[in-house]
């Protein structure tokens, strides 16, 4: 092979982001969040803030996680020129942008936008998933204090309270707080404010893990009509409570994963007044492993059978409170469904860099971070207009729908895009681009006859319908009666 450099070719290795380019620029999410920015500069030789907001997008999809990486897309004048950038903007030029932008703006800037990206998609039951995740930190950002961390202990950190769709997986909001403010009534300001920004589309119920079962976020929850399915921690009142039913002869028969359920009323020290609880229980018939320490140093694993005696049996048991009307048998269930948002918590964090891009200050932590949250946001409704009947995680469909080796020829005034995809399955990108461009061409359909719809709320509706059969209305399973 003979080698030459050519370092003046317009080339890009993201040539695909020319078809979401089409889709931001089709629906104007891009253009209206952009127009809504309160960056503002006063010399004339300062960058326009639609390349700074670009850029920062375009190191979101690229995978990136610190603000060096941008270094790796500055020589991509392809990408910058499908989102109507003038320029991709250094490192530097991007961090002191968002140094500019106060905490007050950013957030009347930012949050609105979460809600457009997710608030005509709420017709449907859905359910509001709330829920904590760390950020461990290397330095001595503002913020960083030692608290909850159990992946990486005694490490400084932020915490980030995020507001989930479950059934969507779809980000309405996230708050970064120091490493000490993990619990829930951190949290509890920033839940309500949401629910009565909701108005008529509030959740068909709201679901959170043992964190939330407290006291702070049941009158939150309850002093606003909403209904909610939350775990108790295995306090000793708890435990005292689960030793009674266990006891009664009224279990519910066992359903698909083998689970019982019983129902009683509960008043732990703190409470106001006694509440709904439903314990679940369910067998656990073997594979059964220990793991100690011995003498602080050396891990030891100690497997055992089912049970230590004969005739002996072992249970695994949760407790929620809840107030929801769904029958009793459903509720295992409703709670087994929320590991799908520990999933989609884990893609924000490891897939989309919601736990990189940190500074000094905990203020561009935040902008960054509801940055990050909106992009995928975008991202996930194009991957649902391309592909409605499943969810493709970024770490799958960036390397389908964005990598493509691509060669710009500009002739005639006219510039042409040769895209060369390296991806295993090209041969079905052809048909995913297909549904995006009919997606779309339902959208300009729509505008010219209506002219007052939204764009994006159009498109939200319309990717919605295609996926509806598979997602289908929140509710109990159909083999359960319903309830008053």
């Known amino acids: 092979m003979h080698v030459r450099w050519d370092v003046g070719a317009a080339a890009t290795p993201h040539g695909q982001l020319v078809f979401f380019a089409e889709f931001l620029a089709a629906t104007g999410v891009f253009e209206r969040?952009?127009?809504?920015?309160?960056?503002?500069?006063?010399?004339?030789?300062?960058?326009?803030?639609?390349?700074?907001?670009?850029?920062?997008?375009?190191?979101?999809l690229a995978g990136h996680r610190r603000y060096a990486h941008i270094?790796?897309?500055?020589?991509?004048?392809?990408?910058?020129?499908?989102?109507?950038?003038?320029?991709?903007?250094?490192?530097d030029a991007?961090?002191?942008?968002?140094?500019?932008?106060?905490?007050?703006?950013?957030?009347?800037?930012?949050?609105?936008?979460?809600?457009?990206?997710?608030?005509?998609?709420?017709?449907?039951?859905?359910?509001?998933?709330?829920?904590?995740?760390?950020?461990?930190?290397?330095?001595?950002?503002?913020?960083?204090?030692?608290?909850?961390?159990?992946?990486?202990?005694?490490?400084?950190?932020?915490?980030?309270?995020?507001?989930?769709?479950?059934?969507?997986?779809?980000?309405?909001?996230?708050?970064v707080s120091s490493g000490k403010?993990?619990?829930?009534?951190?949290?509890?300001?920033?839940?309500?404010?949401?629910?009565?920004?909701?108005?008529?589309?509030?959740?068909?119920?709201?679901r959170g893990d043992s964190g939330y079962g407290n006291e702070g976020i049941l009158l939150e929850l309850e002093g606003r009509g909403q209904p909610y399915l939350l775990r108790l921690r295995q306090t000793a009142?708890?435990?005292?409570?689960?030793?009674?039913?266990?006891?009664?002869?009224?279990?519910?028969?066992?359903?698909?994963?083998?689970?019982?359920?019983?129902?009683?009323?509960l008043q732990l020290h703190g409470w106001s007044k006694k509440r709904r609880v439903v314990i679940v229980r369910q067998r656990i018939r073997g594979g059964i492993a220990r793991e100690r320490r011995v003498d602080d140093k050396q891990l030891r694993l100690e497997l055992a059978g089912p049970s230590v005696h004969e005739g002996e049996r072992l249970w695994e048991y949760a407790v929620m409170v809840t107030d929801v009307a769904y029958p009793i048998e459903a509720i295992g269930q409703l709670y087994r469904d929320r590991a799908d948002c520990e999933n989609g918590f884990d893609e924000l964090k490891?897939?989309?860099?919601?736990?990189?891009?940190?500074?000094?200050?905990?203020?561009r932590c935040q902008?960054?971070?509801?940055?990050?949250?909106?992009?995928?946001?975008?991202?996930?409704?194009?991957?649902?207009?391309?592909?409605?009947?499943?969810?493709?995680?970024?770490?799958?469909?960036?390397?389908?729908?964005?990598a493509a080796v691509g060669k710009a020829a500009s002739h005639a005034g006219q510039t042409t895009l040769y895209l060369t995809p390296m991806h295993g399955k090209a041969s079905i990108l052809k048909s995913l681009i297909a549904n995006v461009r009919a997606a779309l061409q339902h959208v300009r359909l729509t505008a010219e006859q209506f002219k007052t719809k939204d764009?994006?709320?159009?498109?939200?509706?319309?990717?919605?319908?295609?996926?509806?059969?598979?997602?289908?209305?929140?509710?109990?399973?159909?083999?359960?009666?319903?309830?008053?």
């Open 181 to 206: 403010q993990h619990t829930s009534g951190h949290a509890r300001a920033a839940l309500g404010r949401l629910l009565d920004e909701l108005g008529d589309k509030r959740p068909a119920m709201v």
């Open 455 to 484: 764009p994006w709320a159009v498109l939200m509706r319309y990717v919605s319908d295609k996926i509806a059969p598979t997602l289908g209305p929140f509710r109990p399973p159909d083999a359960l009666p319903a309830t008053g």
């Open 94 to 175: 991007l961090r002191r942008a968002l140094e500019r932008v106060d905490e007050t703006a950013s957030t009347a800037w930012m949050r609105p936008a979460l809600m457009h990206s997710v608030r005509e998609a709420l017709d449907k039951p859905w359910v509001l998933d709330i829920d904590a995740t760390i950020k461990p930190l290397y330095g001595r950002q503002e913020g960083a204090e030692l608290g909850y961390n159990p992946a990486k202990p005694k490490r400084p950190s932020h915490v980030l309270h995020t507001f989930w769709v479950g059934n969507l997986r779809l980000v309405l909001d996230v708050q």
């Open 237 to 265: 009142n708890v435990q005292r409570l689960v030793a009674r039913q266990f006891a009664r002869q009224d279990w519910s028969r066992a359903d698909n994963q083998g689970c019982q359920m019983v129902e009683d009323q």
């Open 33 to 60: 969040w952009v127009s809504g920015c309160p960056l503002e500069y006063r010399s004339g030789n300062a960058p326009d803030k639609r390349d700074v907001l670009g850029t920062l997008m375009m190191g979101m």
């Open 367 to 402: 902008t960054t971070a509801r940055a990050c949250a909106l992009t995928y946001n975008w991202w996930s409704w194009y991957c649902r207009a391309a592909n409605p009947s499943a969810r493709m995680e970024a770490i799958t469909s960036r390397p389908l729908l964005l």
């Open 71 to 91: 270094t790796a897309l500055r020589g991509d004048a392809v990408a910058a020129q499908a989102l109507g950038m003038n320029k991709v903007v250094s490192e």
């Open 350 to 363: 490891n897939q989309w860099g919601m736990s990189g891009f940190t500074t000094q200050d905990i203020n």
